[in-house]
């Protein structure tokens, strides 16, 4: 069984930066690729970024390519994404996820494992 903390979420006006970060444990964070989704209110679940578990080959949601960035630190089972240039259709709760086979995906049910996620504002 894995667990995700997320954490790093907050309020910001639009063109700011925000970095989340997520804590797995419970498993070996190695084997895993990572994603990091988002859910807006009255909205479905999306995929923002997947980073693939070895040699960090990262995939991303065209409304976000250019302004974040999907990383990961293997030796302290974390993996991270940086938001710049934040706009208000960026607010939402983000969630990281565990996806337990190796190839990218951005289906939300290809998904093994989530976090409780973090809520992050963007004001105009």
């Known amino acids: 069984q894995v667990q995700l903390v997320e954490s790093g979420g907050g309020w910001v006006q639009a063109g700011g930066s ?3 970060s997520c804590a797995a444990s419970g498993g070996t964070f190695s084997r895993y690729s990572m994603g990091w989704f988002r859910q807006a209110p ?3 679940r999306e995929f923002v970024a997947h980073i693939s578990r070895s040699d960090g ?3 991303y949601a065209d409304s976000v390519k250019g302004r974040f960035t999907i990383s990961r ?3 302290k ?3 991270y994404l940086q938001m ?4 208000p259709e960026d607010t939402a709760v983000y969630y ?3 996806r337990s086979r ?3 995906a951005d289906s939300r049910y290809e998904y093994d494992y989530w976090g409780q996620g973090t809520q992050v504002t963007v004001s105009s």
């Open 73 to 75: 630190d293997n030796a």
């Open 18 to 20: 925000l970095r989340l």
């Open 102 to 104: 190796p190839y990218y």
């Open 96 to 98: 990281c996820a565990v």
């Open 77 to 79: 089972n974390m993996v």
């Open 57 to 59: 080959t990262a995939y």
């Open 84 to 87: 710049n240039s934040l706009k």
């Open 42 to 44: 009255g909205k479905e």
